[in-house]
């Protein structure tokens, strides 16, 4: 995704186009011929031959929904769909290219700069909007609301957890670990005593929440934070952040942590863990768990289990969403759709979040939906629900520990930090290195 910060911020449409023929916008009408009573179950009066999403690709979850958009309102969506790392370049290409988009969806780190360059359509004053801010969480108000506007709905929301291996954590005779110490005993105890050659798997390939949120999570749980609320590093000498990194080094240099660590991202960890050979996997996104003990895709199914952090047990969490953009055809029936993807279908249910929870264990942005049978029984075959709920009480958005994430620059950072961690990690540097090495980034970053 680090491509999108390289378009620069602030240019809005006009500027990308850079004279090419003006905005090219049609239909949008304005919110107060909108916001006359009408609910997510109303007809719109005016008329459209089809509509369009742009998105990442996430199993089928697209056909299923505009399938129903079209038995519901008789109206076809098109769809563009990309990777992950891939969506905001497109994204911003077709946007510069004067193409309509009516609904496109967004992380949280890129969705500051979207609105900076004039992508996102507020929402406010849009027939049922205020209802659906009413039941939005708090993290997911944190991203969703920007500068006092609402500018999104719920994609999903997903917490931070640990993982124990529960065989080989009966094999070794142990619980789960309460504090980092006790970690470390734990794994230099099952190495010596041959249970497990590398007791400890993390997440550390190459992301923006995959490695970063691995030490960002540690850190926070250690009762750090990267910046603090002013803006100023929290990375210099004896800092909460920088004795984090040094026990995560500490676990790959005493040779406790599986190398194949530093390959996976979310999915990929969850996948390697399930053979069964580690005892612990490091902190993660709980939905991970659906594939751990999912029982065609694990062989060791029902066997993963999840535990709180250290200490506390705070820890972080993150918030994606969906928005309409300002490059839509007509505002009220991309109001419709946008509602589809993130809020009521026709029917008045959350169809899109209870599907995500069942089928894929992602959180939702909702209170109603959080605290539904959706989850409870959605959740249940992967996990136990009420601990993950209860460590779901104890999320902090990850943007309150790292608040660089709404700045431009951060993404140039985020790079920056993937590499010199990476270092760290396999030994080419040290700890005390790293974090110099990002501390002298970030007054390079902030420059451009």
Known sequence: MTGFSRLGAGLGRRGLLQGAGGLGLAGMGGASALAQGRTWADMPKSKVDKLNFVVWTYGDIYSKLGAKFKDDWGVSIDTTISSFNDHPAKLLSMYAGGETIDVSQSAPYTFPNFISQGLVEPLDGLPGAAEYVADMTDMMKTVAIQNGKLMGLPYFSATWVWNYFEPLLEKAKFEPFKTYDELLDQARKAKRDKISEYPLF???????????????????????????????????????????????????????????????????????????????????????????????????????????????????????????????????????????????????????????????????????????????????????????????????????????????????????????????????????????????????????
């Open 202 to 448: 993390w997440v550390a390939g190459v992301g923006l929440e995959q490695l970063p949120g691995t030490w960002i999570q540690m850190t926070w749980n250690r009762g750090g934070v990267f910046f603090d609320k002013q803006g100023n590093h929290q990375l210099g000498a004896g800092s909460i952040a920088r004795e984090t990194l040094k026990f995560w080094v500490q676990t790959f240099t005493e040779g406790l942590s599986d190398p194949e660590s530093l390959k996976q991202q979310f999915g990929g960890s969850a996948k390697a863990f399930s053979a069964g050979t580690n005892l612990y996997r490091g902190p993660n996104h709980h939905y991970t768990l659906q594939i751990a003990n999912d029982p065609t895709q694990s062989p060791t199914a029902g066997k993963t289990k999840v535990m709180d952090s250290p200490g506390d047990g705070r820890t972080i969490g993150t918030a994606h969403l969906y928005f309409l953009t300002t490059a839509n055809r007509n505002k009220e029936w991309a109001w419709k759709l946008l509602q589809y993807l993130g809020g009521r279908t026709k029917d008045g249910q959350y169809f899109q979040a209870g599907n995500l929870a069942r089928d894929a264990m992602l959180g939702s942005g909702f209170k109603s939906v959080m605290a539904s049978d959706t989850i409870t029984k959605g959740w249940a075959p992967y996990g136990d629900v009420p601990k993950i709920l209860e460590i779901w009480n104890k999320t902090t958005y990850i943007g309150e520990v790292v608040n660089s994430m709404s700045k431009p620059w951060h993404f140039a950072w985020s790079d920056r930090l993937n590499i010199e961690v990476s270092k760290a990690l396999t030994g080419q540097i040290t700890a005390d290195a790293c974090c110099d090495n990002l501390i002298a980034a970030i007054r390079q970053v902030q420059r451009g």
